[in-house]
């Protein structure tokens, strides 16, 4: 293959006409593929199958868990997955089986009732603003759309989001109350952040005094090597800084065990807690504690968590390989596109030739393959430069995953070509 920009306008059409028949015919196959989602496949799931013969129903201390009570979670199971987070048991709260929804009720709560160090709540103000570094998790952009939060992107660098732009907007500006960070094997970009992100978050000065980092450490322990990139807890770094009440963290096990099933977390300061539980007293008796102990006795403990994740990346290492080498062998020399290799979680950053990320999802889509749509990374599901699109290659079996790959590489050369023609 030849770099695009070095062939003349006559072979540019002649390629492209070329490649427009191969499309047609792929068309004609009525295929049905989708890659739109980070999903865990069946295989995976299939491995916490045993936590469903898990017929035992009182806690390590005696506690009924088929009863109310413990509306903050088993403190055996806070124990369990203290360590995954890096904080003490007694800052966690254990939820139901979405961190999402512990995230929305927490931005909820700010804007009822603000957080510990507000004057006012969040809601009540005539603007609130949170820092979204892009690209970046779109169900973190769509809870501040829902709240009418306004959104100011931050660029994505290698080591994390833009901290000087941070710094410089925070130090300036009350009306800012938060940030969202996935630190580790950031969501698409697979970045995770450095010492210097974490403590620069944690440190830095903020108009707001009730500004909240919002830690959604998803990955945490979603590993595709030996040998993983550490990663500086922020607890530590926030109450090293003297910001004790500074971030919310939170994670879940919905990519550990079972998607729909599983169990949810977050952590904060202790003050924080004891806020967040006496509203929660109000908002429930507290959640499934039969998980909650399904997951401790299935698990036992943090070496019980690490041995299940290696079972999980020999599963889907396999498929990150495959997207690699497509893309490698397939597309590199083409000039015409970019994509990370992240070391962990679940995604590939890939960028198009920009102006084109809209009409590869178009091509792909008519071709039969669905892909998360482009824009979704960005706030407002406007991305300025219309490039980045977020590949998810863990849900597909690996022969639908080299197939959906074919057809995504051949809707880049074909949007590529399209414009270059133009």
């Known amino acids: 293959m030849v770099e695009f920009q070095k062939m003349e306008p006559s072979e540019l059409k002649a390629y492209y006409a070329d490649l427009q028949t191969e499309y047609e015919k792929i068309k004609a196959q009525g295929l049905k593929l989708d890659m739109s989602r980070g999903k865990p496949c069946a295989e995976q799931l299939d491995l916490s199958l045993g936590m469903l013969d898990m017929v035992e129903y009182k806690s390590p201390s005696g506690l009924d868990c088929r009863n109310y009570g413990c509306v903050d979670g088993l403190p055996e199971v806070k124990k369990l997955f203290a360590p995954l987070l890096g904080v003490k048991a007694d800052q966690m709260i254990i ?15 700010a804007m009822l009732f603000g957080v510990t160090d507000s004057v006012v709540p969040w809601g009540r103000l005539p603007v609130v603003k949170f820092l979204c570094p892009t690209p970046g998790y779109d169900r973190h952009f769509s809870i501040c759309e829902l709240f009418d939060i306004e959104m100011i992107s931050i660029e994505m660098k290698e080591d994390g989001p833009d901290l000087d732009r941070i710094q410089e907007l925070v130090a300036e500006d009350e009306t800012i109350k938060g940030i969202w960070c996935v630190p580790r094997y950031s969501n698409p970009t697979g970045i995770t952040y450095s010492d210097a992100v974490v403590d620069g978050l944690a440190r830095m000065r903020t108009k707001a005094d009730d500004f909240r980092i919002f830690w959604d450490n998803a990955y945490a322990v979603h590993h595709l090597t030996d040998h993983p990139q550490p990663l ?128 590869v999802v178009q091509l792909a889509a008519e071709a039969g393959v669905v892909l998360t749509p482009a824009g979704a990374t960005y706030p407002y599901h406007q991305d300025p430069l219309d490039r980045n699109i977020r590949l998810a290659p863990t849900f597909p079996p690996l022969s639908e995953l080299k197939k959906a790959m074919e057809v995504f590489i051949l809707c880049n050369k074909l949007a590529a070509l399209e414009k270059m023609i133009r």
């Open 95 to 109: 939820g139901g089986n979405s961190s999402l929804n512990m995230m929305h009720d927490t931005i909820a709560r």
């Open 232 to 359: 500086e807890n922020m607890m530590e770094a926030c109450v090293t800084a003297g910001h004790p009440e500074r971030v919310f963290i939170f994670s879940s096990t919905s990519k550990i065990s079972l998607s729909g099933a599983g169990v949810a977390m977050m952590a904060a300061s202790e003050r924080n807690i004891a806020m967040i539980r006496k509203q929660l007293a109000v908002q429930t008796i507290g959640s499934d504690k039969l998980n909650q102990l399904r997951h401790l006795l299935f698990f036992k403990d943090e070496a019980g968590i690490t041995k299940h994740m290696k079972k999980h990346a020999k599963i889907i290492g396999p498929k990150f390989e495959l997207v690699f080498e497509m893309l490698q062998t397939q597309l590199a020399e083409a000039g015409i596109a970019a994509w990370n290799r992240p070391q962990g979680g679940y995604f590939i950053n890939f960028n198009t030739m920009e102006g084109c990320a809209k009409r």
